[in-house]
């Protein structure tokens, strides 16, 4: 079971500081610290009834097993004075310095999100507050302690807010604390996330841990004596304890299947050494009496974790046959291993600490900025949250090199493209071809754990669309379509100048005095467009005709009784009244209005009317090719907000070879989307399923769409137009 609030005083807590930094000064700063905070929330209670001074006090404490610094351990101790209290930003940056007061502040921006991720909205709030974390490493630790204390009283909350701090806590918090390497904290964030979520499985994984405490005490223990007997023999120093699994972990280990008395590393040890080469030797000594399990020895010495993590693993047939995994590390590595990102705020004779701890800070923000990219090139909160879940925060990963020895980590089922990505866009946008451990590889080869790889570059080289269909990372996906993108946006301010132009022309109207300073800002200001070129991809996709636009100037509309003489002439319409039309035509009350097929729109698009011979009017998407240059044909139109009913529209599903249909229709079910038709295009490395849709709104079927493009086999989903 964890801990729960420690009844810690200041003095309590400045003598555990002092035993890793003495600085008076550091003290002093602390000191005061508290004795702001006391004054501030003087009187309050938390719901258990508690003086809340012990809250801040305890996150502090957790902090002090990580040995973190003066402005850390402040700033925890100052950490809800802005949020619960009178004080200011301002006023503690007056008091206690700009560093303290920005820590305070940005803690206090974290707390007033929610963590949750059930909708769009709150998806968008990860994004705030994963974009956050890069202004300073420190901000998240605190959050992280402040997280744990909370968890450690959970108990006086009801169990639905229970169940919702435990799943913000294991969905967003522990794989944040994964990542900056802080196991101790992100360890008992999970096991205690697991005891509000799944109370029936802790429990019963406790008892049977319970069960076997003693019998399994006894086998560790004398495998712990054997491996020490055996480095003391090769006068090797050491240090060796026994490794408690922890309860998630197990569970986890459960819930793909496995039995408990199949969960081998439940026996573990961890040896420590002084040196890297004294690691190896242990490592040879330890196989060479106990013979190693294939396939489970892992060397993250020569391959570091991204968040710094180094160890040898090995899993070893030991005592009486037992299964034993056995890591061995130096003192230094398992500072690392426990506490991450804030070993480096570690105390060193003769070290400026401060520098150490932005060293450290900066190889870890790196992970940070990687998150910001994503959330710039991501087109929706929700796949921007999936990109950072899957390229980010996923433990699938693989490490391979650059010809120079780098490493780069990157998720699994990666390919070359994905590689060159993630070295630079540049390198992406420009790579030709591959060359793996020294062989040629095509650009869809998937790269394995302790690949080299050199990218080959040409610059007169591009993007290729069809490279969606097979890399795997986000990042990639989302620069190879912002590529396409401009690429489109350059084709549309050419596509969108050239109709203006012609329109112009068959209106008589010279180039040079249409385009006036004065004219410009009046069309710019009456469409609401930022520029021209915006305004040309809008006439260009069809927001706007270039008659409508010319309009603006020249004023030459027609009335209202010239169109509806010309619809009646050229129109057989069917009377309905106006309030029951699913399209409203501008200036009539009575006109019969179909949608087209070849766009098929729905409410929420941005329409327009084509007067066709004999057959009223059709309805197209604004964006609708088969609309163009028929402007003296065209009228104004708009949905009736009264529609409740769907309408079919088509999109295409771009997919991977494999056969996941019965996915595409299970999303359909569960987003309300109702499948009227679908049929495959087979293409030779992937599936292209084309379906019609019944909706009832643009909205929804975004939304649909959306959910579609965060399945993991979707490479891309798009409306069709015929």
Not at 33 to 47: D, P
Request: include cysteine; glycine fraction near 4%.
């Amino acid at each position: 079971m964890s801990k729960k609030t420690v009844n810690i005083t200041i003095d309590d807590l400045i003598k555990k500081i002092s035993i890793y930094d003495s600085n008076l000064d550091d003290l002093a700063l602390i000191r005061r610290a508290y004795e702001y905070a006391l004054k501030k929330h003087f009187g309050q209670k938390r719901i258990s009834g508690e003086d809340y001074i012990l809250h801040p006090l305890n996150v502090a404490d957790i902090l002090t097993e990580i040995s973190a610094d003066a402005e850390c351990i402040s700033a925890a101790l100052l950490h809800d004075t802005i949020e619960d209290s009178d004080a200011t930003k301002e006023e503690i940056e007056a008091l206690f310095g700009k560093e303290i007061a920005l820590l305070v502040d940005g803690v206090t921006k974290i707390n007033k999100i929610n963590f949750n991720s059930d909708s769009e909205a709150s998806a968008a709030n990860q994004r705030k507050i994963l974009v956050g974390l890069s202004e300073d490493v420190r901000v998240i630790i605190i959050k992280l302690a402040d997280r744990l204390h909370n968890m450690r009283t959970l108990h006086v909350l009801s169990e639905e807010k229970q169940k919702k701090k435990a799943k913000e806590t294991l969905e967003i918090l522990t794989p944040v604390a994964h990542r900056l390497g802080i196991y101790k904290i992100k360890s008992e964030l999970e096991d205690l996330s697991l005891r509000y979520l799944k109370p029936d499985a802790y429990f019963d994984i406790v008892e049977k841990l319970n069960q076997k405490k003693a019998e399994r005490d006894e086998v560790v223990n004398k495998m712990l004596n054997d491996v020490s007997s055996l480095l003391t023999e090769h006068n090797i120093p050491h240090e060796i304890k026994g490794r408690s699994k922890s309860i998630y972990s197990i569970y986890n280990k459960m819930s793909k299947g496995k039995r408990f008395d199949d969960i081998y590393d439940i026996l573990a040890l961890r040896v420590f050494v002084d040196t890297e080469q004294e690691c190896y030797l242990a490592l040879g000594l330890i196989h060479s009496k106990y013979k190693p399990v294939p396939k489970r020895f892992k060397d993250y010495i020569a391959m570091p974790k991204t968040n710094l993590y180094q160890s040898l693993h090995t899993t070893v047939f030991g005592i009486d046959g037992n299964l034993f995994e056995i890591q061995i590390r130096t003192y230094e590595m398992d500072k690392i291993a426990e506490f991450g990102i804030a070993s480096h705020w570690s105390y060193k004779s003769g070290v400026d600490a401060s520098k150490i701890a932005k060293d450290g800070m900066e190889e870890k923000l790196q992970i940070f900025r990687s998150i910001i990219e994503l959330n710039e090139d991501s087109s929706t909160p929700e796949e921007f949250v999936t990109s950072v879940k899957k390229d980010i925060l996923s433990d699938e990963v693989i490490y391979v090199y650059t010809p120079k020895g780098d490493v780069i980590e990157l998720p699994t089922g990666s390919t070359p493209v994905d590689f060159a990505y993630k070295v630079h866009s540049e390198v992406g946008d420009h790579i030709v071809g591959a060359i793996v451990n020294d062989s040629i590889v095509p650009l869809d080869y998937k790269l394995n754990n302790g690949d080299i790889i050199k990218a080959n570059t040409n610059k007169a080289s591009k993007p290729n669309k069809d490279w969606l269909t097979f890399v795997a990372t986000s990042g990639a996906k989302n620069k190879i379509r912002s590529y396409f993108n401009r690429l489109e946006k350059d084709d549309n301010i050419e596509k969108g100048m050239t109709l203006l132009e012609k329109a112009l022309k068959k209106q008589e109207i010279p180039y040079s005095e249409f385009f006036t300073n004065k004219n410009v800002d009046l069309i710019l200001s009456e469409l609401k467009e930022k520029d021209l070129d915006s305004l040309y991809i809008d006439i260009s996709l069809g927001k706007y005709t270039p008659i409508s636009v010319i309009r603006i100037i020249t004023n030459r509309d027609k009335t209202k009784k010239e169109l509806s003489s010309k619809i009646k002439e050229t129109t057989n319409y069917t009377k309905k009244r106006s309030s029951e039309n699913d399209i409203l035509v501008e200036g009539m009350s009575e006109i019969k209005a179909s949608i087209s097929d070849c766009c098929k729109p729905v409410p929420g698009d941005n329409i327009i009317g084509y007067i066709t011979r004999g057959f009223g009017i059709t309805i197209h998407r604004t964006s609708c090719h088969n609309i163009v240059d028929t402007e003296e044909r065209l009228i104004a139109v708009k949905w009736n907000k009264n529609i409740t009913k769907k309408y079919a529209t088509d999109i295409l599903i771009y997919t991977n070879a494999n056969d996941n249909l019965l996915d595409i229709i299970t999303k359909a079910s569960t987003s309300n989307i109702i499948i009227d038709s679908i049929s495959t295009i087979n293409k030779s490395n992937y599936k292209v399923y084309s379906m019609v849709v019944l909706v009832e709104n643009k909205e929804k079927l975004e939304k649909f769409m959306n959910d579609l493009k965060n399945l993991n086999f979707v490479n891309m989903v798009e409306r069709a137009m015929n």
